[in-house]
């Protein structure tokens, strides 16, 4: 296991830094299809106007599959949807192939969506022989709880789940998510967190120390084999 953490100045830093990663290890993939699961989140948001504008010509976007690590379960035009999100400030603005772009049907029954989500992730992903997906890459966020994906701490069971997704419950607002499960989310073949503020440095610092509470915090039970936490001075202040 190959753990790295980089700090940068900013959120707009950490976008950049990651970017520039991300256009370097796709020149290293030589696999026709590659297979990524998306974040939502603040950062992502300047990762994907990156995207959409600097890489939108240098990179081979018809070769990439995206997928997310979690979706709200709210229609795709909903300003809460992460789909729609990626959709405005990225994907309209490569040459990428439709079916290339997996989406969570948020708008769907939740149960009945997790269910088919999975079936469709079987369906493209390279699997192991426990039958666990093994996305190329996985990017992934952290709350100031320290959740990860929609794993919040009071479902903290989905981090050893049998499914690759399952249907999580917001702690605050009871909203519905799908979320990819622990199991998925260590089986990345890489994984990268992208993480800023300063209302995260706390919980970062025993993440990533595995100190104090770490282990109530569903981001520190992500341990993929080439795990690289990209953080701003703001959040590694603590570290």
């Not at 109530?216 to 084999?225: G, L, R």
Request: aromatic share 10%.
């Amino acid at each position: 296991m190959s753990t790295e953490t980089k700090k940068f100045a900013d959120p707009a830093a950490v976008a950049s830094g990651f970017a520039a990663d991300f256009a370097e290890w796709f020149a290293t993939q030589s696999q026709e299809k590659i297979t990524i699961a998306l974040s939502g989140g603040s950062t992502p948001k300047l990762l994907f106007e990156l995207w959409g504008s600097e890489y939108a010509e240098k990179i081979d976007w018809s070769r990439l599959h995206f997928f997310w690590g979690d979706e709200r379960c709210v229609d795709p035009n909903d300003s809460d949807s992460n789909y729609g999100v990626a959709k405005a400030l990225f994907l309209d603005k490569v040459q990428i192939p439709e079916e290339n772009v997996h989406r969570v049907h948020g708008e769907a029954d939740p149960d009945e969506e997790r269910l088919r989500y999975e079936n469709e992730i079987y369906g493209h992903v390279d699997i192991d022989d426990n039958a666990v997906p093994e996305f190329d890459l996985i990017i992934l966020g952290m709350g100031t709880d320290g959740h990860t994906a929609s794993i919040f701490p009071h479902q903290s069971q989905f981090l050893k789940s049998p499914q690759v997704c399952e249907v999580a419950i917001h702690p605050e607002t009871a909203q519905k998510r799908i979320t990819l499960t622990g199991p998925v989310l260590n089986r990345g073949k890489k994984v990268a967190f992208l993480i800023t503020g300063a209302d995260k440095a706390e919980v970062l610092t025993q993440v990533i120390k595995k100190e104090g509470d770490f282990a109530n915090f569903p981001a520190s039970h992500v341990e993929a084999v080439d795990l690289t936490f990209y953080v701003d001075e703001a959040a590694a202040a603590k570290l």
